[in-house]
């Protein structure tokens, strides 16, 4: 395999350490799909002394920027300080010392994208931000390459998470607005000043950015009409779930035939639509395209892990068009072809789940105790055992049942011991319950 | 702009014409994000006369593969005929006389995959298979490239649009499994031979493919664990339910210590899980990974342009690495930067939305009379309007009224008489109502 290509960071804080974490717990297979290793080689900090989320022990520290950026050892840069101004100063210097560069920062890039982006072009290098918008949720790549089929007509999104963790309490609890605010805070998913986030700012600027990817337009923050969440009361969220709706925070861009609609903020939405059940601090996206129809993305828009996951796949991305032959740029199975694992594949008999079962049985004392005992032999636990009532002209009544996990093979004993009680009517109904948690 | 790159089709039904509709209609803005143009040129089809859903005036038609698979005038082919022996043949004698391929096919990869992989690899040419799995959802793409930091650890899916329309209509109307069966076949939801989709047989073609690129093993549909929906009786919807569950017909991919979990059948997932709530053909995929979480993809599974809309995603993908500077393949704005438009950005007063509207007013005679007047003078109808009940110690009462689409700039003069009213105890609360549809 070709050496590892060689990384290095501005800002080893939240978002930094969980990409570290990242490169190294998944290391392996990280270089199986890239095609080589990804090696996080220096960063720079503010405060070398700082204890942190991540073994630095392989990891040159400074708090001298110019060694990130302007050192030649180094193929990309991460820009994960946040900021405007101090960052975009530094991604253009590493833009013109010909780095790639790899930011999870929206603000950097709904102001000064349009700028950045003509200096990547001019120098040929890659700018990639799929972490500025809605966390680990691949929705820049989405848009800019598994829609590119389509005249996009409108994009909805839930892009900020402490705003939606605010108006889901509000909802499900009854709280008041302030009271939701400082449980967000206390849990961490609000800034001690929240004012970006309750304001609308926050999801200004990511709307910015999926409003140009979508319709091809330049970003253009100062034209996005924005409005927080400040206003709304526990008695407007009870009294919208009375009429059959949901608020939530959204960000809007909508293709109209006199031009574009660019805003953030509060919206009823029908209780039947996916978006309207997503909840606490998740994000999702909703786009509707001509060809493929309605689409939605959801997933952890916010945290060290899920923001480290777009930015490592940024990394994929750029590290894939650097070594492999361009007309084969991903493997066709996500891992290099020599590189796939032959890990085996589980008969049936083998796998564990719940199960819901339906069984018909004569309504004589007795029965439940037959019935309970051979799931005690074979070591199943219920969860819920329901006697259903007796159907019209039916000598039997049905009972349903739902187990704990327990594998195939001693679901299959158990169902074969029921079906042999004198007292069964029938066969026994079995589906498997998955929770997916 | 470089000339167009010519593509040829093997197949010119259902999903050859939604292709051919969507390169057509929106060959503009493809060309804008590909860097050229894409010209379907040659297509092979059975019957020349047959009369179809597409314009084929620019396409040459021929009833011989080889002046598509051997065509030195094509770069690449799309191969969007089915089944599975036939199409294999053709696929690697395209990719061996140096084409590459976008296919739609499911059954040709789970069958045939490692062979056609294998080929293109030793021929330096790329066979993309997006729409193969969840018709236009990405899916692919997020797990190949958008999740490449993850560990996955499992993944779930309703990946057939067929079984999902039955058991939804069993779950929403309570009919039997034969009744929904035979509504599915009406509406051509359903094959007038059912078995791939209501066996699980075509979901487990789809989830072999998953299976693959999430874990990177090799493809091996026959370990899948096959189970169908046809024992699911109405009875079992009704009881899932009344338990808080719902009944879906889910491919499971999972990796545990011991090895890989393949498996198709039916079952009974929490009704809060948003994934639960996928209705009718749509379909949808979880993903649950170590370092973002879960994360869902929803959209359309099957029909002729959401299935042509993941074929031009791929064949976009493709023209852009034929085309582009390798290290900067996808337009960072998604449009290439010198195809950037300006279509307006318009201010909200320019807006039109449905609104949600809480007033307080004084209790007495002749007041609702004043409000609906000023909505009818500025041409707002008015969908639903409720007093609610008066809130202890308050002289006034509480009115909620949803209206109808009306643009901004008419409601706030609407909300401004409404707040001259002597009878208004309080400011108007108007919150925006989207349908999302």
Known sequence: MLEAVKVGVLGLG?????????????????????????????????????SRDCDTSDIV?????????????????????GGTEEARGLVLKAIDHGKHVVTANKALIAYHGNEIFQRAQDKGVSVAFEAAVAGGIPIIKALREGLAANSIEWLAGIINGTGNYILTEMGDKGRDFDDA???????????????????????????????????????QLSKVYTEGITEITSKDVSYAAELGYRIKHLGIAKRTAEGLELRVHPALIPQRRLIANVDGVMNAV???????????????????????????????????????????????????????????????????????????????????????RIFAV??????AIIQK??????????????????????????????EELEAMTSQVMRIRLETLS
């Open 14 to 50: 939240t978002v930094g350490c969980g990409t570290a974490n990242i490169l190294s717990r998944n290391a392996d297979e990280i270089a199986r799909r890239a095609g080589r290793g990804i090696q996080l080689a220096v960063a720079c900090v503010q405060n070398l002394e700082k």
């Open 61 to 81: 520290l400074t708090e001298d920027a110019d060694r990130v950026v302007c050192n030649t050892d180094i193929d990309i840069v991460l820009e994960l300080m």
């Open 181 to 219: 605010l400082k449980d967000a805070q206390r849990l961490g998913y609000a800034e001690a000043d929240p004012t970006f986030d309750i304001q609308g700012i926050d999801a200004a600027h990511k709307l910015t950015i999926l409003a140009s990817v979508a319709f091809g337009v330049p970003l």
């Open 286 to 372: 909703v786009v509707k395209a001509d060809a493929l129809g309605p689409s939605l993305y959801y997933g952890p828009g916010a945290g060290a892990e899920p923001t480290g996951s777009a930015v490592v796949a940024d990394l994929v991305d750029v590290v894939r068009a650097l070594t492999s032959d361009p007309e084969n740029r991903v493997p066709h199975l996500a891992f290099q072809p020599n590189a796939l694992s032959d890990i085996p594949v589980l008969s049936i008999d083998e796998v564990s789940t719940a199960y819901y079962l339906r069984i018909h049985v004569l309504d004589r004392p007795g029965v439940l105790a037959d019935v309970t």
């Open 378 to 383: 074979h070591n199943i636990s219920i969860e």
């Open 389 to 418: 009532e007796r159907q019209a002209e039916s000598t039997s009544v049905p009972i349903v049942i739902l187990t704990h996990q327990v594998s195939e093979q001693n679901m299959k004993c158990a169902i074969s011991e029921l």
